[in-house]
T-cell receptor, first 113, second 116 residues
Framework: DVKVTQSSRYLVKRTGEKVFLECVQD?????MFWYRQDPGLGLRLIYF???????EKGDIPEGYSVSREKKERFSLILESASTNQTSMYLC????????????FGPGTRLTVL | AQTVTQSQPEMSVQEAETVTLSCTYD???????LFWYKQPPSRQMILVIR??????QNATENRFSVNFQKAAKSFSLKISDSQLGDAAMYFC?????????????FGTGTRLTIIP
């Protein structure tokens, strides 16, 4: 079974802190994604990566950056957390072929105070 | 840009009955993929069913089936013989077949409640 894990299930940070969210997948997938999920808005793509050291902006990249130094790991970075970044963050991975599904991690619920 | 619309924020169904969740989308592409994902409370999102746009036949996975109407840009999910474990948020999603356009575009979700 594909496994996508995220470093924390719940996280509480203060405004202005630098926040790292880590995601690891164990199936050698090329593509990895970071979404945020908010009630009434569905899932919105923040960043995605085709391969190591490659990244593309999604629909809402402002205030976020990412890092992919190894194929299995994709990190989301909030350089200076703000209260409007309080949300559920979901990581996903997918093998390259277009018909393949995305596999999701359990999510990190981040609260910024 | 593609958009996906789920017009039913909440639905409920009696256990063992059938329910249909609606999804419409907007695209100018002729080939694409459509997905239904399920997110149970406090659990990981999982794929329920997928449809390839160039296939005429509606996809089916056990109790789950879709009604794909390409001309109408409609992709509804039918759940037959509803079970308590079907209670979840359901998201409809669209993806282009084009390399370089890998992202999923999601609808806003439908929360399904199963009434025992």
């Amino acid at each position: 079974d594909v496994k996508v894990t995220q470093s924390s299930r719940y996280l509480v940070k203060r405004t202005g802190e630098k926040v790292f969210l880590e995601c690891v997948q164990d199936m050698d997938h090329e593509n990895m994604f970071w979404y945020r999920q908010d009630p009434g808005l569905g899932l919105r793509l923040i960043y995605f990566s085709y391969d190591v050291k490659m990244k593309e902006k999604g629909d809402i990249p402002e205030g976020y950056s990412v890092s992919r130094e190894k194929k299995e790991r994709f990190s989301l970075i909030l350089e200076s957390a703000s209260t409007n970044q309080t949300s559920m963050y979901l990581c996903a991975s997918r093998a390259l072929a277009a018909y393949n599904e995305q596999f999701f991690g359990p999510g990190t619920r981040l609260t910024v105070l | 840009a593609q958009t996906v619309t789920q017009s039913q924020p909440e639905m409920s169904v009696q256990e063992a009955e059938t329910v249909t969740l609606s999804c419409t989308y907007d695209t100018s592409e002729s080939d694409y993929y459509l997905f239904w994902y399920k997110q149970p409370p406090s659990r990981q999102m999982i794929l329920v069913i997928r449809q390839e746009a160039y296939k005429q036949q509606n996809a089916t996975e056990n109790r789950f089936s879709v009604n794909f109407q390409k001309a109408a840009k409609s992709f509804s999910l039918k759940i037959s013989d509803s079970q308590l474990g079907d209670a979840a948020m359901y998201f409809c999603a669209y993806r282009s077949v084009d390399f370089g356009n890998e992202k999923l575009t999601f609808g806003t979700g439908t929360r399904l409640t199963i009434i025992p």
